[in-house]
């Protein structure tokens, strides 16, 4: 295993001392990270994506929890434990938290449709979405459980309408793709707390930007290239290799060591920072819209029904079909390469 060893130089958060001054002058969104970071590893390359792209405003990162007895990290405390595992990479990056932007969140899925579930996150996810201080955009980024997202909606109804979510979640939609062979119908983060993906879905208000199973799984990444891309950064890379590995080759988790991985979560970077300079949809990327009316409707297994698509794109929910994982991986393979530089330097 690698040592955790801290950068040798540090950084606050939402700085980017490895590019000239003009490129950190200006940024274009703000960004709430949510995510189960005590379990599959790539919602840490998400999330060093994400802090390493100067035009990202991290407001906060959510730790969120997992389910009971998950196969992954089957703790109780997979909220607080994902907290730990954050803490750790933000030493690895020399990344400062100056301005207590990493909260911890319920460490209990929502028990019913209109009970919100309080937590350190919630309250903070209101008082950012609140804000009447800055125009800029808000963006909701979640690769698991939204149980905090819908806790702050049921609490504070009126964030709906001052954020979009981004969120890695759901099963396929009938006529677009097919469930995974030989697996499971439920799709992982949404049964992490049904109750608050069927709010996002079908319930809420929040625009909704949503990256289905079939979708985030066309996000392979080759462990060649990882490893060529990674091992340059010391213990950071070290760091996260081995997060893979232990995935890759633990015997507990029913996986094989094939030459692929899936770096499911970072969608999340792409639907929020690499957009056009005009545009507030992803140029590269392809999606359907879902009318308002009916809106999306799931079956007893949580599948949705054929849904009813728009020609317009106006409607609240937006269902990516294609993600540019050409355009992501080497945008997050360049960022590695400028920071490692930086930090050799």
């Known amino acids: 295993m690698t040592n955790t060893t801290k950068a040798t130089k540090t950084w606050p958060i939402n700085t980017a001392p490895w590019l000239e001054s003009r490129a950190q002058s200006r940024k274009a969104c703000r960004v709430i990270i949510d995510n189960d970071f005590a379990g599959d590893p790539d919602d840490l390359f998400q999330l060093v994506h994400h802090l390493l ?40 990056l020399g990344a400062r938290d100056d301005d207590g932007i990493v909260v911890t969140g319920s460490e209990l899925p929502l028990a019913d449709a209109s009970t919100p579930r309080p937590s350190e996150a919630c309250e903070a996810i ?17 690769g698991g459980g939204v149980t905090d997202l819908i806790s702050a909606s049921l609490t504070e109804p009126a964030i709906a309408g001052r954020m979009s979510v981004v969120w890695i979640g759901g099963q396929e939609y009938p006529g677009f793709a097919q469930p995974p062979l030989g697996r499971f119908a439920k799709e992982y983060n949404a049964e992490i707390d049904p109750f608050a993906a069927r709010a996002l879905l079908c319930d809420s208000a929040f625009p909704l930007w ?22 340059p950064l010391g213990p950071l890379g070290g760091f996260l290799l081995d997060e893979i590995d232990r995935i890759r080759f633990g015997e507990r ?17 792409g639907l929020t920072v690499l957009q056009t300079p ?10 359907f819209t879902v009318a308002d009316d009916p809106g999306v409707k799931l079956n007893a297994d949580d599948r949705p029904l054929p849904p009813h698509v728009t020609a317009t794109n106006q409607g609240r929910i937006h269902v990516v079909t294609h993600v540019d994982t050409w355009l992501l991986f080497e945008d997050l393979y360049a960022k590695l390469a400028a920071f490692g530089r930086w930090i050799d330097a």
């Open 126 to 142: 209101i008082r950012e979405a609140m804000r009447d201080d800055t125009d800029l955009p808000l963006y909701y980024v979640a």
């Open 278 to 287: 005009w545009d507030t949809a992803p140029a590269s990327c392809s999606w």
């Open 53 to 92: 792209s100067e035009t990202a405003d991290i407001r906060l990162i959510v730790c969120s929890h997992l389910h009971a007895g998950d196969f992954l990290h089957s703790s109780p405390h997979s909220a607080a434990d994902g907290r730990k595992r954050v803490e750790t990479l933000l030493g690895l």
């Open 210 to 231: 949503q990256v289905p199973r079939d979708v985030y799984r066309q996000c392979l990444v080759s462990v060649a290239q990882l490893r060529e891309r990674l091992r």
């Open 253 to 269: 988790y029913g996986t094989q060591p094939t030459g692929a991985y899936c770096l499911g979560d970072s969608p999340l970077v």
